[in-house]
Structures are given as structure tokens and as C-alpha cells.
């Protein structure tokens, strides 16, 4: 087979599959009529005032916008845990997970729970570098376990808003 009919297959089937997704009546959430329309810069947040609630906050306004035109809220709580998961022979815990689980209600503006849901995951980090490295490393944890559990929470919400009033 020549490189050049070797290029030619992967593209053809990237072509089919988008004719596939076209005729099956695949349309983007967030594309003309989608059904995530609903959702952008019509939440507002509550979440912890601390620097796990700001880095969720921040991550949610980031992929759904800021609330603008104020439809609904979604109250969110957040619980971290700290799990040593590797000891060295010192009895010094030398990695660290921590789970977490980021727990939401979405109302409308009467106060209706309109869904609700939990989000879990974890972000893990080593200590066995210096005492500055090792804390760098925990926020680093923090940020990044903050941004799956929005990730998580923006994709459930998507997948409840068919059924949520415009």
C-alpha cells in the first residue's frame, strides 16, 4: 500500500463517520438549538469560600460563562479527603491522594430543585521533594481535582438541561 492511499483511509473515514453523526441528527449542545444553550451565563454559583470552592467556581464560569442572564442556581458543596497511599520504610507517607466529591443542587429562581447530582474523582501528589516543592505540589492537587469535579458536575447538567425550562 503507497503512503499516499495509507493517508487516504484515515481521512475517508473521518469523512463517513461525520456523515454518520449528520444523519443520525447530531447537533452540538452548545451549537444553534442546542440543548445547552439553556445553561450559558444563566447560573448563578454558590460554592465554598475557600480556594477548592473559588478553583470549582472558576472552572464552571469558564465552560458555561458568567451568570448574565440569571435563570437559575447552583448551590455546591465540596468534601476533600487526604489518603496516604505510599509509605516509606521511615513510616513517612511519600504520596498522597486526595478524593473528592463535589455535591450540587440546581434550582430555578422559585427555589424548584430542578436536579441534582454528585461528582467524584481524585487528584494525587508526591512529598519527597523539599517542604516548598511538596506544597506546590498539594495546590497543583487541589486545582486539578476542582477542575475534574466541574468538569463532571458541567457534564451532568448538560445532560439534564432537555429537560429544563428556558
Known sequence: MSSDTALRLPRRAA???L???AGCGFRPVYGNGGTATVLRDAITLSAPETPDGYA????IEDRLGRATDVRYSLDVTIDVG????AVSPEDTATRINLPGTA???LKDAAGTVLGQGKADT???YSTTASTVATLTAEDDAHSR???ALADQIVTQLIALSPRLPA
Open 15 to 17: 469523512l463517513l463517520g
Open 19 to 21: 456523515c454518520a453523526l
Open 56 to 59: 470549582l467556581r472558576q472552572r
Open 82 to 85: 487526604t489518603v496516604a497511599v
Open 103 to 105: 455535591t450540587w443542587v
Open 122 to 124: 481524585f487528584a494525587a
Open 145 to 147: 481535582l476542582m477542575v
